[in-house]
């Protein structure tokens, strides 16, 4: 949002990826929309399963499958959710493995939507809880993911990199 406004473009406000699956996952009764979670620990996307279920009655979850699986479990993967024939894909593997995956498999899938969701699963699991209100609207939820999981703290070292990067971009 930063570097969006920084440039010049119209950036209204941060969207979560956890809210934006929300917002989707609540549509998707009556719009008949077919979903498939993919991806996290073993047990915790049918955890999320149950919850989604519980908060967005009439949902149909047509398939989950964890996200720890070996290369050559991969065509294997694919054949499920292809026979699930979901409209809308939730991959949680991870920055940027989920991106990676979805970008060399979508044209396969034939899902019309994908979308990488992080840590989404965990926190409808409830495995991993989400920063306080008050954080989130100080912009501060990058802070309470690292202290929680201080193996992110490397990826925030990218942070002051892709300061700079934006800044030498304006002055092009
Ligand atoms: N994950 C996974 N397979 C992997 C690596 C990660 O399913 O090989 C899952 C992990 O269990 C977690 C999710 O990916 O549920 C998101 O990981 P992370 O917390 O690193 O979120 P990010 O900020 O990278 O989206």
């Known amino acids: ?3 969006a406004r920084h440039l010049g473009h119209r950036m209204p406000e941060r969207v979560a990826g956890y809210d934006l699956a929300q917002e989707l996952l609540r549509a998707a009764p009556s719009e008949r929309r ?3 979670f993919f991806g996290s620990a073993p047990g915790v996307a ?3 399963k149950a919850k989604a279920e519980k908060l967005y009655p009439g949902i149909e979850i047509v398939g989950v499958r964890d996200g720890y699986f070996k290369p050559e479990d991969n065509a294997a993967i694919i054949e499920e959710i292809k026979a699930a ?3 809308l894909l939730l991959v ?3 920055v940027p493995k989920q991106e990676k995956w979805i970008a060399a498999h979508l044209a396969e899938l034939g899902v019309p939507v994908a979308i990488g969701v992080g840590g989404t699963f965990d926190v409808m699991a409830g495995v991993v809880k989400r920063a306080p209100r008050w954080m989130q609207r100080a912009k501060l939820e ?3 993911r690292g202290l929680h999981q201080p193996k992110r703290i490397r990826r925030l070292m990218a942070l002051p990199r892709f300061i700079l990067r934006v800044r030498a971009a304006k002055k092009q």
């Open 46 to 48: 049918e955890k999320a």
């Open 34 to 36: 077919r979903v498939y």
């Open 85 to 87: 024939k979901p409209d």
């Open 142 to 144: 990058w802070l309470f």
């Open 92 to 94: 949680a593997l991870g």
């Open 1 to 3: 949002v930063w570097a």
